[in-house]
């Protein structure tokens, strides 16, 4: 099946994506970190559901690359929580049973949720 340009021109986005965690991963640098960001902006304006097919290897890739950044990310940084409004995204998109069934994101954004209110609950103590 032949892609359109805006559907090429996604899938050209979730490869910058699935480059950018990879190099972020490595080193976690400021010029990573925006790069990412720059990336996940262009990847929150593409409305084409068929871009966001969860069959596709490249999708499936930036769906891991993306439990990997909240796993590994300090939950502070606002890089993790444009990754959860990305994850948001796709799954308004796509099929969001299926997108939390195929790739467990499950246990990932409840560790974030819990270690974010865990957080929360100190500073909370405090005042």
């Known amino acids: 099946m032949s892609r359109t340009s805006k559907q090429k021109?996604?899938?050209?986005?979730?490869?910058?994506?699935?480059?950018?965690t990879r190099d972020l991963l490595a080193?976690?640098?400021?010029?990573?970190?925006?790069e990412l960001n720059r990336v996940i902006t262009a990847l929150s304006e593409v409305r084409n559901p068929q871009v966001w097919?969860?069959?596709?290897?490249?999708?499936?890739?930036m769906l891991l690359n993306s439990a990997q950044i909240i796993y590994q990310i300090d939950p502070k940084h606002s890089l993790v929580w444009?990754?959860?409004?990305?994850?948001?995204?796709?799954?308004?998109?796509?099929?969001?049973?299926a997108m939390v069934a195929k790739f467990q994101l499950m246990?990932?954004?409840?560790?974030?949720?819990?270690?974010?209110?865990?957080?929360d609950d100190k500073k909370t103590i405090k005042l």
């Open 9 to 20: 021109s996604g899938h050209l986005h979730v490869e910058a994506f699935n480059l950018a």
């Open 27 to 34: 080193k976690q640098s400021e010029k990573n970190f925006e």
């Open 53 to 61: 097919n969860l069959e596709d290897r490249e999708v499936a890739s």
């Open 82 to 97: 444009h990754v959860v409004d990305l994850l948001t995204h796709v799954a308004k998109l796509s099929d969001p049973q």
């Open 107 to 119: 246990p990932v954004l409840a560790r974030l949720l819990h270690d974010t209110i865990k957080k």
